[in-house]
């Protein structure tokens, strides 16, 4: 590994650390309640009180900063566990089984594979209305092909091996073989390509808040302040540069992690940026 890549990915796990950090103790770092309204202190700048200033009612910007990635972390990491979990018990059934299941369930991949995801996933919680259980089923049903594909491949390949023909002969039923004896061979490329859907889901969260379909204000989360500074970043542009310097540098640190995982693992390129 070069300096230069070791010197990334130790920046990265640090601003990784720090920003997890930063929300995990939110409740005791932060120095006012991030909806607390101070109706005479409105869009104040940057000032020993308020280091990020205040938004449009008073709230102190630092403070919901602070409080801003609880959510969205929350939730990326709920919708990537969900979709992991239907995407491998999928993929588990296509590759293990094959024949007609393999092939109805490579169809109906292909459809969600050619579907855009950003667009289904408007649709979808436009549908069902603005609410995080919404937001949770769009960003599952948009997510599961990606782990579908790794797991199938893998599945088939594990299956031909000499244990898995032993284990049938000795009489070990299906069910036992696939989670007791395929499934733990999975494990490294599936917590990689979690890894890596992480960042997606983080952004997918942040642009479905931003667009009114999820998280709604108050919730002190980083993408529902840049849309509220929507009116106002140009007086006091700190609105909505601090919440969006954070979703990207949490995003870029967890790539940048995530990549460095699939390079050591040997994970296929194609099975994880599909």
Known sequence: MGKKKKTGIIAACILLAVILLMSILAPVLAPYDPNQIDMKNPLAMSSAKHLLGTDNIGRDVLSRVMYGGRQSILLALAATGLSMALGCLIGMAAGYFGGAADLLITSVSNVFQGLPGMTMMIAIAGLMGAGVKSMLLALVLTSWVGFSRLVRGEVMKLKQELFIEGLKGMGAGNFRILFMHIAPNLLSSI????????????????????????LQPPTPDWSVMINDARSYYRTNPLLAVAPGVCIVCLSLSINIIADWLRDRFDVRRDSVNE
């Open 191 to 214: 917590t990689i390509i979690f890894a890596t859907r992480i960042a997606g889901s983080i952004m997918s969260v942040a642009a479905l808040s931003f667009l009114g379909l999820g």
